[in-house]
C-alpha cells in the first residue's frame, strides 16, 4: 500500500507551519557571587567607559580626564551608569515589551491525526488515515484588547525607569548635603577645640595664681571634652555620608578616596517660589501619576478583555481522511456554549480591579498635595530661620569686632576675647545647621514636585566667609 502524496505533503506542511530556525547564542555563564564582588570592587570614577557614557548625554568631550571636580549633575550621571536598581528598572519594563509581542501574537492552528486500524478489512488496507485541523478564530476584539493592555502595562514599566532615575539622584543629592553638613561641623569644631584649648590654658594659669577656682577651670575643661565628642561624632558622620553616597552611585566607598566635590550647588538656594504653578505641574507630570495612570488604563482594557470573553470564539475543523482508498473530505466548527456561565466572575473581578486602581491613583494624588503643601511650609520657615541665624550671627560678628578693640585697648583679658570668639563660632554652627535643614528641605520639595529647582530664582545660601 503507497500512501497518497497529498497526505505526505500535508504532514510536512503541518511540521513547518510557524517553526522559526533558532540561532545559537553564546552560553550565558551562571553568576558568581566571588566574581560580580570583585567586579564592583574594582569600579571607579576614572573608568574610560565611564567617561564615553557622560560623553554620550553631554553631548560633547569631557578634557582632561579623570575629572579634577565633580559636581552633583556629572555624579548624577555617573549613578545613573553604575547603579544596579536602574538596570532592574529597564529589565522589568523589557519584561513588560516582551508582554506587547506575547498580547499580540495569535493562537497557532492545531492538527489531530486519528490512524485507525480495521482488522475485519478483506482484500483491502486494514488501515484508515485521518487528518483534523482545528482554526482557532478570536472573536469580539479580545486580541486588541489584550495587546492594549499590554502596551499601557509596558509604558508603566517605562516610566518606573524615570521614577527610579529620580529616587537614585534624590539619594545622591542627599549624600552630598550630609556630606556637605559633616564636613563643615568637623571645620569648626576644630575651631571650637583649639579656642576652648587656649581657654583652658590661661584659666589654668590662673588657677597657679589663685585668680580662679576649681570648678571654674573644670567647666572650661569640660566644654572641651564635650566638643571632642561632637568632632568624633562628626567623623563618623564624614564616614556615613561618604557610605550614603557610594551607595547612591552603585561605587564602593574607596571609589571616592582623593576627589574634590564640588558643593556649588548648595551656594544659592530658590526664594519665591510659585507654588499653584509647580503643584500643578506635579500633580500631572510626576511619573507615578503618569504610571499609576497607565495602570489604571490596562485595568480599563483589561475589564474590556473580561467582557469581550462572554462571546465565545470560533474554532474551524476542515478534515480529511484516508479510508481504505476512499477519500474523504469534512469541514465543521464548534464554539463554547454560555449557558452554565457568562464569565461574571472575571469581569466582576476585572471591575473591582479597575475601581482599585482608580482609588489608588486619586489616594496619591492626595497625598502628593499634603506632601506639596507641608514641603512649602516647612521650607518657607525654614527660610527665615536661616536668615535669622544670619542676622544673629552677623550681631556675634559686630560683638566680637568690639571686643578685639576693647581687648587691645587693654580694657578685657584674653579670656573674654577667646570666649567672644567661641561664641561667634557657635554661631556659625548654628548657621550651618539652619542652611543644612533648608537645603535638605529643597531636596524634599524637589522629590515632591519631581522638579529641580535649579533655574528657580535664587537667594544668597551665604558668603564664603561664614561658611
Not at 561641623?185 to 576644630?190: A, F, P, Q, R, W
Request: hydrophobic share 40%.
Amino acid at each position: 500500500m503507497s500512501i497518497p502524496i497529498y497526505i505526505i505533503l500535508l504532514w510536512i506542511a503541518a511540521q513547518l507551519t510557524g517553526c522559526k530556525a533558532l540561532h545559537p547564542q553564546p552560553v550565558t555563564i551562571a553568576i558568581s557571587p566571588s566574581q560580580t564582588a570583585s567586579a564592583f570592587e574594582f569600579r571607579t570614577l576614572e573608568s574610560p567607559e565611564l567617561k564615553r557614557f557622560l560623553e554620550t548625554n553631554l553631548h560633547h568631550e569631557i578634557s582632561p580626564w579623570p575629572l579634577k571636580e565633580w559636581d552633583i549633575k556629572m555624579l548624577t550621571l555617573s549613578g545613573f551608569y553604575y547603579n544596579p536598581e536602574l538596570d532592574v528598572a529597564r529589565a522589568k519594563w523589557g519584561v513588560a515589551e516582551g508582554g506587547v509581542i506575547t498580547a499580540g501574537e495569535r493562537p497557532n492552528p492545531n492538527i489531530k491525526f486519528t490512524p485507525q486500524y480495521n482488522s475485519a478489512a478483506v482484500n483491502l488496507s486494514p488501515w484508515s488515515l485521518g487528518f483534523i485541523l482545528d482554526i482557532p478564530i478570536e472573536t469580539a476584539g479580545k486580541r486588541g484588547y489584550r495587546i492594549s493592555q499590554a502596551r499601557y502595562l509596558s509604558e508603566a514599566a517605562r516610566l518606573n525607569i524615570a521614577t527610579t532615575a529620580w529616587k537614585i539622584r534624590s539619594r545622591i543629592r542627599t549624600g552630598l548635603v550630609n556630606l556637605y553638613s559633616a564636613t563643615r561641623t568637623e571645620g569648626i569644631l576644630k575651631k571650637q577645640k583649639g579656642l576652648l584649648e587656649e581657654m583652658l590654658k590661661v584659666m589654668e594659669e590662673r588657677l597657679t595664681y589663685g585668680a580662679v577656682s576649681l570648678p571654674e577651670v573644670t567647666k572650661v575643661r569640660i566644654s572641651l571634652e564635650q566638643t571632642l565628642l561632637s568632632l568624633r561624632e562628626s567623623e563618623r558622620q564624614i564616614i556615613d555620608a561618604r557610605v550614603q553616597l557610594s551607595d547612591a552611585l552603585g561605587l564602593p566607598v574607596s571609589a571616592l578616596d582623593g576627589i574634590e566635590i564640588s558643593f556649588d550647588f548648595l551656594q544659592t538656594v530658590p526664594e519665591n517660589l510659585p507654588l499653584k504653578e509647580l503643584r500643578g505641574k506635579a500633580l500631572t507630570s510626576r511619573t507615578d501619576i503618569l504610571s499609576g495612570l497607565a495602570e489604571y488604563m490596562a485595568s480599563q482594557s483589561a475589564l474590556q478583555l473580561e467582557v469581550a470573553r462572554q462571546y465565545p470564539d470560533v474554532h474551524l475543523g476542515p478534515g480529511y481522511t484516508w479510508d481504505q482508498g476512499d477519500n474523504k473530505w469534512s469541514f465543521g466548527f464548534s464554539i463554547s456554549l454560555p449557558i452554565l456561565n457568562q464569565n461574571e466572575g472575571p469581569i466582576t473581578e476585572a471591575d473591582a480591579r479597575r475601581r482599585e486602581l482608580e482609588s489608588r491613583f486619586i489616594t496619591l494624588q492626595a497625598k502628593i498635595i499634603g506632601e506639596i503643601d507641608r514641603a512649602f511650609l516647612d521650607y518657607n520657615a525654614a527660610i527665615l530661620r536661616l536668615k535669622t541665624a544670619g542676622s544673629l550671627l552677623s550681631a556675634r560678628r559686630e560683638e566680637e569686632e568690639s571686643m578685639y578693640v576693647m581687648f587691645t585697648a587693654g580694657e578685657i583679658d584674653r579670656f573674654a576675647l577667646l570666649n567672644t570668639r567661641f561664641e561667634v563660632e557657635s554661631g556659625v554652627l548654628t548657621r550651618l545647621n539652619a542652611e543644612v535643614d533648608l537645603h535638605r528641605l529643597v531636596g524634599l520639595l524637589e522629590d515632591t514636585l519631581q522638579y529641580a529647582l535649579d533655574s528657580a530664582p535664587e537667594t544668597k545660601g551665604g558668603s564664603k566667609d561664614e561658611r
